[in-house]
Structure formats: structure tokens, C-alpha cells
């Protein structure tokens, strides 16, 4: 997973079970207004192997995802969702102890 460009990293305990809330905002300096069109999470676990996946729940500019891992390790969040014409992917590490 070190190839992976992260936006943000989070530490959780094994066996939360919790929603990560990200806000989307525009890679410009510019106030641009956009809605989220829809929006997917996918879990992996150290190895790269998918442990869970969904649909987040969007409000405004902001992403919810309810997210439990399984084990203790590093995980990696990837939140896929649509601004208009293009298909944008933030990764976020969760590191589960």
C-alpha cells in the first residue's frame, strides 16, 4: 500500500464499529459549487484484499461511511464518487490497534 496517495489517516481500536465522515472540497483555490452525485467505500485490508464494501451516505459536500475492520493492521479507505462529468477517488488510512 505505500503507493497510495492517502488524504488523510485515522487510528481507531479494533472492534469499533464507526462512521468516517470526509468532506469533499474542490482541488482549485476557487469557490466552485457541485454536488456529489453518488458515491462508493471500499475497505482493504494490508494484503489489498477487499474486506467490505458500500454506498456512502452524502449530505452537502460531505461523505458517510459506517465502517468496522476486522482485524488489528493498517487498512485502506478508498471513497469513489462522482463531481459532474468525472469520477473522483480519495484513500484514507485507518490504522486499527
Not at 472492534?15 to 475497505?43: K, M, Q
Not at 452524502?58 to 463531481?83: A, E
Request: hydrophobic fraction near 35%; glycine fraction near 8%; aromatic fraction near 8%.
Amino acid at each position: 500500500m505505500s503507493s497510495v496517495s492517502y488524504a488523510t489517516e485515522m487510528a481507531i481500536d479494533l472492534g469499533e464499529d464507526i462512521h468516517v465522515i470526509s468532506e469533499v472540497e474542490p482541488r482549485c483555490e476557487t469557490d466552485v459549487s457541485f454536488s456529489i452525485g453518488g458515491a462508493r467505500w471500499e475497505l482493504y485490508d494490508e494484503s489489498g484484499a477487499m474486506e467490505a464494501s458500500g454506498e456512502c451516505d452524502i449530505k452537502d459536500h460531505y461523505l458517510d461511511c459506517k465502517v468496522c475492520p476486522k482485524k488489528t493492521g493498517s487498512y485502506r479507505l478508498k471513497l469513489r464518487y462522482i463531481i459532474m462529468d468525472e469520477i473522483w477517488v480519495d484513500n484514507i488510512r485507518l490504522r486499527v490497534g
